[in-house]
């Protein structure tokens, strides 16, 4: 489904604020730390409830969960609420996200449902063969080393874009949930999404030296992502707790 409204520019709001260190070798102060962070490639899918093209995209992915190096995340986006159901999971920083990405990957335009890898490639989510085809031999970018602590995060030393990358934070309920849709384009049906971001924060410019920035608390059930990439493209490194 195509949609061609003019961009959507929104702030992103935290429940609790956090501070971002100053970059150096300075560590987080100690404290106990989640489990280890590992490095994932990023399949991010761009998704909506209401749109009917949108039930086989959201399966396709929903079968690589079982996979310890992929990490997918659904960012439901607000385009198609007019359709008849508001995307009970969507946010306009979702789709702002989504926006971002399509001049690097030569689309004019964002759609539902697009799979982006790493930052670098995407395909037409409901295509398993072509999404399937896009991960065969794909490895997860290390470029970076990410560590998650119970109170911040670390992000060592690299080699650096020119201009920086960007450094986001994501929170998502790992699993499965299942929604009954009542109205719209998928009326009677129930949509799996998978790993649902709750959030997505961008927290600063990673310039290859060490920095570190600590972070609210998470919300019961929920995780840690952290995403390294040049802005509005290629991940150069991601890992979740």
């Given at each position: 489904?195509?949609?061609?409204?003019?961009?959507?520019?929104?702030?992103?709001?935290?429940?609790?604020?956090?501070?971002?260190?100053?970059?150096?070798?300075?560590?987080?102060?100690?404290?106990?730390?989640?489990?280890?962070?590992?490095?994932?490639?990023?399949?991010?899918?761009?998704?909506?409830?209401?749109?009917?093209?949108?039930?086989?995209?959201?399966?396709?992915?929903?079968?690589?969960?079982?996979?310890?190096?992929?990490?997918?995340?659904?960012?439901?986006?607000?385009?198609?609420?007019?359709?008849?159901?508001?995307?009970?999971?969507?946010?306009?920083?979702?789709?702002?996200?989504?926006?971002?990405?399509?001049?690097?990957?030569?689309?004019?335009?964002?759609?539902?449902?697009?799979?982006?890898?790493?930052?670098?490639?995407?395909?037409?989510?409901?295509?398993?063969?072509?999404?399937?085809?896009?991960?065969?031999g794909v490895k997860p970018?290390?470029?970076?080393?990410?560590?998650?602590?119970?109170?911040?995060?670390?992000?060592?030393?690299?080699?650096?874009?020119?201009?920086?990358?960007?450094?986001?934070?994501?929170?998502?309920?790992?699993?499965?949930?299942?929604?009954?849709?009542?109205?719209?384009?998928?009326?009677?049906?129930?949509?799996?999404?998978?790993?649902?971001?709750?959030?997505?924060?961008?927290?600063?410019?990673?310039?290859?030296?060490?920095?570190?920035?600590?972070?609210?608390?998470?919300?019961?059930?929920?995780?840690?992502?952290?995403?390294?990439?040049?802005?509005?493209?290629?991940?150069?490194?991601?890992?979740?707790?």
């Amino acid at each position: 489904m195509k949609h061609s409204r003019s961009p959507i520019h929104a702030p992103l709001n935290w429940a609790l604020p956090f501070m971002l260190a100053t970059f150096g070798m300075a560590a987080l102060a100690s404290g106990p730390a989640f489990a280890k962070a590992r490095p994932v490639t990023v399949v991010e899918l761009f998704t909506s409830q209401g749109c009917s093209s949108v039930p086989p995209a959201n399966r396709n992915v929903v079968a690589l969960m079982d996979k310890p190096d992929i990490l997918p995340l659904s960012f439901s986006v607000t385009y198609w609420d007019q359709l008849g159901w508001k995307d009970t999971f969507g946010a306009e920083a979702f789709t702002e996200r989504q926006r971002n990405y399509e001049p690097g990957l030569g689309r004019d335009r964002p759609f539902t449902p697009q799979v982006v890898v790493n930052g670098r490639r995407d395909t037409i989510g409901n295509k398993a063969d072509a999404l399937r085809a896009m991960l065969n031999g794909v490895k997860p970018p290390v470029d970076v080393p990410i560590e998650i602590k119970a109170n911040g995060v670390e992000i060592g030393r690299g080699a650096a874009p020119v201009s920086g990358a960007d450094v986001w934070l994501v929170r998502y309920r790992p699993g499965v949930e299942r929604v009954a849709i009542e109205r719209g384009e998928n009326a009677g049906s129930t949509l799996p999404v998978p790993n649902v971001v709750t959030d997505i924060r961008h927290v600063g410019r990673w310039l290859g030296v060490a920095m570190s920035f600590g972070a609210p608390a998470v919300e019961d059930g929920e995780r840690t992502a952290v995403i390294v990439q040049k802005p509005g493209g290629a991940i150069l490194s991601a890992a979740t707790d």
